[in-house]
């Protein structure tokens, strides 16, 4: 895949890039959307598609970092389950960063839409769907853990509403608070998106001084949603955050075909 051509920016629009980075850090910690915010302010500065698809997944460690450490309460006694998850998305998303690098990208970006709106339609209907097949046990299923990995492939690949399909998936298959799973998805989306930013950072065309300033923003604003989903009730936030997933899926669906 060629680099796109270098390009320079000024201290306005770093700052610029720190702003959008706390915003996108409390839409990703919140609601799995972090990208909706940090892509569309990187090609707002004038960063082309590719280099701000590579560059934002290296900032979106920020995210996990700052979720990571907003969570710990959450997180208790999801050690286990969450080190086998990790290290399946982990695979997942070495192997979606190395599926763009070798593709064209507009390849995908006709399919996202339709990932991102049947994710949303399924956090949406999560609870319904539970209760009729049955949650697990909070244990890892074939099932779950094939899911988790596709999901971690497209993470890798492009990343937009990774977090939302996950949370979806996550809902439906195991029985606990959504505040509990919610930090359950923010870790095990961050272990792909791990792997697919290092992947970047050697073989992608990264523009780091706008990675480094979206990656603080979205370190002290991934720092506080976590607080925000503790205090607001569970079915609310489902519904905004499956309506933000519609939203982005329209989005995307109008740029791609447009």
């Known amino acids: 895949m060629p680099a796109d051509p270098p390009l320079t920016l000024g201290p306005w629009q770093l700052l610029f ?81 190395a599926l763009l690098l070798l593709t064209p990208e507009d390849t995908f970006a006709y399919i996202v839409p339709f990932l991102i709106g049947g994710a949303s339609v399924l956090l949406l209907f999560s609870p319904r769907l539970a209760e009729r097949a049955g949650r697990g046990d ?30 979806a998936l996550l809902s439906a298959a195991w029985a606990q608070p959504l505040a509990r799973t919610n930090a359950a998805k923010n870790i095990v989306t961050g272990a792909a998106n791990l792997v697919a930013a290092v992947v970047f950072a050697f073989t992608g065309s990264v523009l780091w001084p706008a990675a480094a300033a979206l990656c ?25 955050i499956a309506l933000a997933g519609m939203g982005l899926a329209v989005t995307l669906a109008w740029q791609a075909w447009s």
């Not at 720190?18 to 500065?45: E, N």
């Not at 399946?88 to 998303?93: C, K, L, Q």
């Open 17 to 97: 890039l720190v702003v959008a980075g706390v915003g996108a850090g409390l839409t990703g910690s919140i609601a799995g959307l972090a990208s909706l915010v940090s892509y569309p302010a990187l090609l707002a500065i004038g960063v082309p598609p590719v280099t701000a698809n590579v560059t934002n997944t290296v900032a979106l460690m920020g995210n996990t970092v700052g979720s990571a450490a907003g969570s710990r309460p959450e997180l208790r006694g999801q050690r286990a389950r969450l080190l086998r998850l990790c290290a399946i998305t982990a695979v997942g998303g070495a192997a979606g960063s």
């Open 138 to 167: 909070g244990g890892l299923t074939a099932g779950t853990a094939t899911g988790a990995f596709l999901v971690a492939i497209y993470g890798g690949y492009f990343g937009a509403a990774a977090g939302v399909i996950m949370l």
């Open 216 to 240: 603080l923003g979205l370190v002290a604003g991934s720092f506080v949603g976590p607080a925000v989903v503790r205090r607001l009730p569970a079915a609310p936030l489902r519904v905004a």
